[in-house]
């Protein structure tokens, strides 16, 4: 199964009565394996939880921490790109070349990367200090 169609089959599992806007990632780590999330919605927003931020969860839960490629699918017209807090986490777990594959359910792909996607990234080595 490629790593598109897990994100497919996990958005069905999407719980998102308030907007209707399912969303499925999946995530691949270093050892091969795939994670997958689903976005999670809460009547009290914004406490819900995104797709991407479930995968990873899914991934840290299971004892690894890096990731080396990410699908995100959404039912929208354009490819859906994730959040800025989404951005952030992939790039905690991934390093900038990493290829992120952004599509709609209905075939439209668009190909980037974490470094593309949040460039100037807030990074661990800002906390060090001199």
Not at 26 to 46: H, T
Not at 122 to 128: D, G, K, Q, R, T
Request: overall charge negative.
């Amino acid at each position: 199964m490629s790593l598109i169609d897990a994100a497919r089959a996990v958005r069905e599992n999407a719980y998102a009565p308030y907007s209707h806007f399912k969303v499925g990632a999946a995530i691949r780590a270093r050892s091969g394996e795939v994670y997958r999330g689903c976005n999670v919605e809460n009547v009290a927003y914004p406490e819900g939880t995104c797709a991407e931020a479930g995968a990873i969860a899914a991934m840290v839960a299971a004892g690894e921490t890096e990731l080396t490629e990410v699908a995100v699918i959404a039912d929208s017209p354009m490819p859906v790109s994730p959040c800025g807090g989404c951005r952030q986490k992939l790039a905690e777990f991934g390093r900038h070349d990493v290829k992120v594959t952004l599509a709609t359910t209905d075939g439209k792909v668009h190909e980037t990367t974490i470094g593309d996607l949040l460039p100037g990234v807030f990074s661990a080595e800002h906390m060090e200090r001199s």
